[in-house]
């Protein structure tokens, strides 16, 4: 990809933080030059992340620097996410999903949610840092087909067989799908997780397997 395409304009705005406006506009012009949305995140998005990522674990970029671009990044993908939920697509199943608790990184979990949305789940999102005890009393109130969890850090991960051993003492019948740079499908089984998928096109798949979704 060239740093001229309209890809490479969105990577280049997220590495230098630019402004959400211009984020914006170069998502909604992507849109309408007709790239996927998964596309658009991928090679856009998300590479700029990953750019700025990169940066801070060699030491070239500081905590705000990476904080600022994550925010540009998400007005990129608040565009996308309009899109989906204009398309007004029926209900396949109910998600609530969520970051465990002590644990702050929304992306990977938000690119989940959206994904699942735009496959057709009502997505109800908790956002960070979720207790076991909060994931309990939405399981409660919603009684949703399948709970979601995300880690991104070894010292959070610990926060899904936390939430998963809490949803048993409950007797909740929900099915779990767990994901996060350091989990893996040993760590699932485990934990005794219905699911483990390691990256967010494939938790769909996987969502749709555990809940038998034919479309
Ligand atoms: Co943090 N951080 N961070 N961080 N951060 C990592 C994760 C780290 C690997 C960086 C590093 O050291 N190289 C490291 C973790 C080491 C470890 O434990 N193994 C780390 C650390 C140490 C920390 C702090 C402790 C740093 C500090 O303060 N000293 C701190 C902890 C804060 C906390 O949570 N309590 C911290 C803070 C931050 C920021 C706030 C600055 C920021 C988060 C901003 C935000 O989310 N709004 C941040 C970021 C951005 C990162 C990196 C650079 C990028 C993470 C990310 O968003 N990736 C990351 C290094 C890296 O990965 N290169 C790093 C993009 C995202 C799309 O990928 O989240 O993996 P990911 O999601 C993927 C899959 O994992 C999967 O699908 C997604 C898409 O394909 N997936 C699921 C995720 N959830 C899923 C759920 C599923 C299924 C699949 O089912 C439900």
Known sequence: MTGNSILGQISECVVKAESEELVRELTQKAVTEGYAAKDIIDQGLLAGLDTIGGMWTRGDAFIPEVLLSAKIMSAGMEVIR?????SGVKPVGKVVIGTVRGDVHDIGKSLVAMLLGSAGFEV??????????????????EKPDLLGMSALLTTTMPGIADTIKAIQKEGLEVVTIIGGAPVTQEYADRIGANGYAPDAVSAVAKAKELLKIKR
């Open 124 to 141: 109800t999102d908790l956002g960070v840092d979720v207790a076991p005890e909060r994931f309990v009393q939405v399981i409660k109130a």
């Open 82 to 86: 309009e899109l989906i939920v204009k």
